[in-house]
C-alpha cells in the first residue's frame, strides 16, 4: 500500500490489533503540511477553497497503454516546492482548511492495488496514536466509538467527492479545455519565479464549444467549477507578494 502525502504507514483498522488504540487530542498535523505547497480539493470545495488560494489542474500519475494521465485540482499554498504560506507560528492562517488535511490522520485506502476495494486505514506513523493516552478508537465489547463513526464517514464522504472529482476532469479533458500555463512571479525582494507544470482553463476552447455542450456543462455544475477556479488564479499574484524578503 502506497502512502499518499502528508502519510507515513497507513494501516487497516482493525478491532483486534487496535482495540486498545487511543487518537490523542491535538495530533500535529500542520508538521505535515509546512513543507507541502499544493494539496488535492474536490469540486465540492472549489466555492471555498478558490477564494483563499488558487486553484489548477495537474496531471497526476503516467499514462499507460496509449491513455492520458488523470488529472485533478490542486489549491496552491506557495509558489516553491516546500513552501507553505498558510503556516505559521503553528498556526493554520487561512480561512479554509481542504478536507485532504481535516481527514488525517485517516484515510480510505485499497489494500491491494489490483482491486476496487478500500477500507478505513490510521496513519501509525503519525504520531497521533497511542495507546495510554487520547480517546478510544474502540468500546470494551469491541464496537467502534463515535470518534472511529465519524472518521470513517468522513473519509467515505471525501472519497465519494474525489471520484466526483475525478468524473469532473476526464469531462474536462474530453472536451480538451485544459492546456499547460506558466505563471511568472515577482516577489516582493525582487526575484523572479516562473511557476510551471500546472494546467488552466483553456479560454478560447472554451468560448468555441458548442451551446449544447455549454448547456450540459452548466446543468452538472462544472461551469460554476471552471469559472471559479479562473477567479482564483488572480490570486496567483497576491502568493507572490506573501513572501516577506529575508532581512
Known sequence: MSNPPMYENLVPVDRVQHK??????????????????SLFVAVAEFADAS???????VRVGQATDGQRPAVAPLAVFGLRQGSNLFVKDGQWTGRYVPAYIRRWPFAMARIEESTSDMALCLDLGSGAFSETDGEPLFKADGEATELLLNAKQFCEDFEREAERTRQACELLQDLDLLQDM???AQLPSGEKLDVDGFLTINEKALAELPDAKIVELHRNGLLEVITMHRLSLRLMSRLAQMYVPAN
Do not use: I
Not at 500535529?28 to 505547497?37: E, F, G, I, K
Not at 477564494?51 to 489542474?57: A, K, Q, R, S, T
Open 20 to 37: 486498545n488504540t487511543r487518537m490523542k487530542v491535538g495530533a500535529p498535523v500542520l508538521d505535515r503540511v509546512t513543507q507541502l505547497n
Open 182 to 184: 506558466r505563471f511568472e
Open 51 to 57: 477564494l483563499e488560494y488558487p486553484v489548477v489542474f
